[in-house]
Structures are given as C-alpha cells and as structure tokens.
C-alpha cells in the first residue's frame, strides 16, 4: 500500500558522465535523488574527468543514447521530466529532439551548456551553437548562464553590468524563442552586483535574486543550480520559489567548498551533510519581483 501511494517523479538526464571533478550526471543524480525525483541517466559521452582538467579521456555514446530512445518508447516510460545538458555533437541535438518529441507529456527543460566567462566552449561548433536555439524552442524551461544567454540571441557578451531592463529584455526575447520559462544565471546587474533573474511567461512576472560573491569559479555550478531549480519545480513550486531554493543551496555549496580551500575543477562539496538541506522545508525570502 505505501508503494502504491508514493508517487516518485522520473526524469531522463540527456548529460555527460565525468569520473573525475563533480558535474553533469555525478551532480545531479544525487541532488535530485535526495529531493525525491528518480533520474534516469542517459549519458552522451563518459569522460574519465570534466574538460576542465584539460586533458581527458572521452568516449561518445551517440548511437547508444539513440538506442536507449528506442527502448524507452517500446516500455512506454512515464516520463515526467526529460533534461538535456552537454551535449557532445550536432547529431545528439537531433536526438534529444526526438526524446522531446517522443515524451510530451513531460516537462521538457534545457540546460544550453555552451560556454561561460563571454567564450563558447573549445567543443562547441558555431553549428552546434546556432542549433541549440532547435532546442531551446520546444523546452518549457531553459537555464542558460550569461554567455549562453548571449549566444542564443546573437548578442555581444556585456564586459559590463546590465541594467535591470536589459535583462528583462533578454528574458523576454529567449522566452519568445519557446520556452515559456526562463532563468539566466551569473548576471551582474548595474549597482547590485551578480544576480540570478527569470520570468514565468505564463504570468509575465519577472523574478530576481541576488547573488553572494566568492572570489572563486567551481565546476558543476551550473549543473547544481538547474538540478535543484528542477527538483522544486516537479514538486509543484512556484518558480520564485524553486529559484530561491536553488540559489540558496548552490551559495551555500560555493562559500563551503571554498572555505575549504578545493581545487576550482574538483567541483562543489556537496557529499554528507549538505545534501541533507534539500530535504527541509524551503521558505521563500530573498527572491524579488523585478
């Protein structure tokens, strides 16, 4: 009968697999587990650690996450969530595509893994670049960082602070592209430093939240933010919420990690302890309407 009652969400995690230094599927299995939600990894590439680490040892799992597709169908799988993240080739944007297509039901998020620091990603095509707008047209949510944000509407990368219209306007002009959803992350607005914004299309409420500042950059941040952000969404929580969880435990994560001194590409501490703040009940308080 308890089984029979507990619901557990399922989600497909389109990501690669790094052994070594925390993120992409190594961050948000756990992150999502502890929060309740099943993940389903399918992984586009194994790396024997994050690229990062400059040199590392890849194998690309192209044909393989076509195949799990197929699978999937033939089981029927009621997928609740299907989560696309880095992705390894121009043919795996075709394919996620298909995974969007095939489960429609599902909430349909893209992480756009592009770049960071105004500069795409040394694996990053301009044909990849340009295709991932294919993506992010048929997603409810996208979590683009600042760069990433740029790339998908043409922009320059701003070397300065924005106002708070200009992020608005992104906001607004990456949610025409689709997604009805948007989160931009490490955005530094004018006068208020770095700062996370979104807008729920849906209401066209725009959210902001500010960001502490630690003078250090860690692998999987990303990763972390957007698991956790999902992770409150499929709980049913409103997107200033789910922000606001999200943001809270990645600061927290950032100010531990560094406090204890780790190597920026072995990623966040988050083992232990920590994990254990996800399951509390989360009180909106610092996220705003902008």
Not at 5 to 29: E, P, W
Not at 112 to 130: F, I, L, S
Not at 254 to 264: D, G, K, M
Request: charged letters at 20%; hydrophobic letters at 40%; glycine letters at 8%.
């Amino acid at each position: 009968m308890f089984e029979e009652q507990l619901k557990i969400k399922k989600v497909a995690a389109i990501h690669d697999m790094s052994g070594i230094g925390r993120c992409s599927l190594t961050v948000i299995i756990p992150l999502l587990s502890v929060m309740g939600v099943q993940v389903c990894p399918v992984p586009t590439a194994v790396l024997s650690a994050h690229t990062g680490y400059g040199e590392f040892v890849m194998h690309d799992l192209t044909d393989h996450i076509r195949s799990v597709l197929e699978h999937y169908k033939k089981l029927d799988v009621p997928f609740d969530c299907i989560y696309s993240g880095f992705l390894a080739s121009s043919e795996q944007i075709d394919i996620c595509l298909d995974y969007f297509r095939a489960f429609p039901k599902a909430l349909k998020v893209v992480d756009p893994v592009m770049g960071d620091d105004g500069k795409a990603y040394a694996t990053y095509t301009g044909e990849m670049c340009e295709r991932m707008s294919e993506l992010v047209a048929v997603a409810d949510v996208i979590t683009p960082n600042l760069t990433e944000a740029a790339i998908l509407l043409g922009e320059d990368f701003p070397e300065k602070p924005i106002s708070v219209q200009t992020a608005k306007d992104w906001l607004v002009r990456l949610s025409q592209k689709g997604a009805k959803t948007v989160v931009i992350t490490s955005v530094k607005l004018e006068g208020e430093g770095m700062a996370t914004v979104g807008y729920d299309g849906s209401t066209q409420t725009f959210w902001k939240i500010n960001n502490v500042l630690v003078p250090a950059q860690y692998s999987g941040t990303g990763d972390m933010f957007a698991s956790v952000l999902i992770g409150g969404l499929l709980k049913g929580e409103e997107l200033a919420v789910a922000m606001n969880r999200a943001t809270e435990f990645t600061e927290h994560t950032v100010i531990r990690t560094y406090q204890n001194n780790n190597p920026w590409r072995d990623g966040l501490l988050f083992e232990g302890a920590e994990l254990a703040w996800l399951t509390k009940p989360h009180r909106f308080s610092d996220c705003k309407k902008m």
